[in-house]
Every structure is written in C-alpha cells, then in structure tokens.
C-alpha cells in the first residue's frame, strides 16, 4: 500500500466519523440556528467524501440506511413485547407499570 492510498484511506475514515458525530446532534426539521449550522457542515463534510471517493460516499450512505432499518426493527420488536407484557398487566391490575409500560411504547412511536 503507498502513502497516498493510506492517506486516502485515513482521510475516509475521519470525514466518516465527523459524519456520525454531526448526524448525532442533529435533528431534521428542526429550525434553531444551531441545526442549520450543523446542517452546513455535514453538506461539508459529505462533499468532501464524495469529491476523496464516490464510492465510499455511497458506501456510507448504505451504512446508514441499514442502521436506520435496524434500529425501527429493533423498536418494533420492543413495542411487541412491552405491549404483550401490559396485556398480561392488564390481568393483575398494576395500573402503574401499565402507564410507564404505555409511555414507553409511545416513545417507540
């Protein structure tokens, strides 16, 4: 491997993680100029990756679908079961867990 693979390669990895930790803090939709600041810097950012290698722009952007997919996968999953749990809550009358049990599912939503 030469230098300007590894530089290459190293330059990838950091806009990544910079990617990530700007994608963290941002919530879309969201109108404080906070938002739009940290907006710019990740069309920045993404830039940057597309222009050092397309393909790892695109790589990236797959990554970040499949752990979106994962995590409404892994939520559904827990709403299934909190929501078995309070039926079988329902049978006791412990009406307190039930309403955190709700909010709980609620927050999945």
Same mark, same amino acid.
């Given at each position: 491997?030469?230098?300007? *693979?590894? $530089? =290459?390669?190293?330059e990838i990895q950091y806009l990544k993680g910079r990617l990530d ?10 109108? $404080?100029?906070? @938002?739009? &600041?940290v907006d710019s810097r990740i069309s920045k950012y993404e830039e940057?990756? =597309? ?11 797959? *990554?970040?679908? @499949?752990?979106?997919?994962? #995590?409404?996968?892994?939520?559904? =999953?827990?709403? $299934?079961?909190?929501?078995?749990? #309070?039926?079988?809550?329902? *049978?006791? @009358?412990? @009406?307190?867990? &039930?309403?955190? &049990?709700? *909010?709980? &599912?609620? $927050?999945? #939503?």
């Open positions: 491997m030469t230098f300007q *693979e590894i $530089s =290459k390669l190293m930790e700007l994608y963290k803090g941002y919530v879309p939709n969201y109108s $404080s100029t906070d @938002n739009r &600041i940057k990756l =597309k222009n050092i290698d397309e393909i790892a722009f695109y790589l990236y952007y797959v *990554e970040r679908e @499949n752990q979106r997919f994962s #995590k409404s996968k892994g939520k559904a =999953k827990m709403a $299934s079961l909190l929501s078995t749990i #309070k039926d079988r809550l329902v *049978e006791l @009358n412990d @009406n307190t867990l &039930i309403k955190e &049990i709700e *909010e709980q &599912i609620n $927050s999945y #939503k």
